[in-house]
């Protein structure tokens, strides 16, 4: 029996042979972000395409210690933000030459997800949507591996080691709250997301202090959790008693949404299934700025998050901490905490006061 022929595997060594440069020299011109001359890197890149090289990412992850992977953590990837931010991130990384491991989280097995993420020995974690506890921050912190909070913040029970990149929560809402009041709005209700997220608190703390300055209290208050049929079911009990439709002085004149996903739901709601006018008889602002809350058929009002910003400030934070822990071999430095300008984006879903 004669045995197949076992192929013959190119290496940076044929590829530098053939270019007549060094074998670091073909290492750079495959590492992003490393400076090579552009005529070294053109003999190497043509020898290498001669010779059909492809650089053994694995093994060269293993002289580096590098992984070259980030884990990102999302909790509901229906959410219309995140899908924007996740690609927005993954083209930074990717630029960088390093990859995404998604992990999607559900509340419930929080602690056999990260185990899992310290297993794959990720290079550092993005947490969105969701938070660690203070036994698996502790476990992050002890492996050296850089954790940023997006769009949230750390707990008291979380260590400080962490960073974070959001936008003024606080302000945006408070801004949307003044324009409904400054526009006679009387009756302005709350739809709150998740409870316990650091982003549902501060947005609902701007919308009551702006409402507290100008003398007024929420007319309603009600919890969609971030869910489009949750949002609807709360709208439908604020405008109706059983199936009859109560009267409009006995309903809000505003509602403040903790995210555009539930303010279109609002909307939707108001709408299609109420039969009321927006914004001639109800008012909707929302947070986020998605790419739906401009559609001729929504135009909401909304506070806009710079989100390339955002991504530009978790890469440097990644960064940052890496070449600390590559040269040091120490834990990150105490966290940081960046927070972000947004902007309103005024469009047709508040009624505005004529002239």
Known sequence: MTLPQTVKHITSRDVAARAGVSQSAVSRCFTPGTSVAAET????????MELGYRPNVHARNLITGRSRMVGVVLAHLDNLFYPRFLQELTDALQAQGMQVLLFVADGRHQAELMEQLLNYRVDGIVLAATTLNAELAKACTAAGIPVVLFNRVAGDDIDRAFH????DQEAGTAALTRLLIANSHCRIAYLAGNLESSTNQARERGCRAALAAAGQTLFAYGVGDYDETLAAAQVLKWFRTGQRRRPLAQCPDAIVVADDQMALAVIDTLRHTLGLRVPEQVSVVGFDDVPQAAWPSYELTTHAQPL??????VMKLLSVQ???RD?????????QSIILQGHMRLRGSVRINSA
């Open 41 to 48: 890197r053109e003999r190497v890149l043509k020898a290498a």
């Open 164 to 167: 974070s990149v959001q936008t």
């Open 322 to 324: 890496l070449q600390g």
């Open 308 to 313: 390339p910003e955002m991504i530009e400030a």
């Open 327 to 335: 040269q040091q071999g120490t834990e990150p430095a105490m966290g």
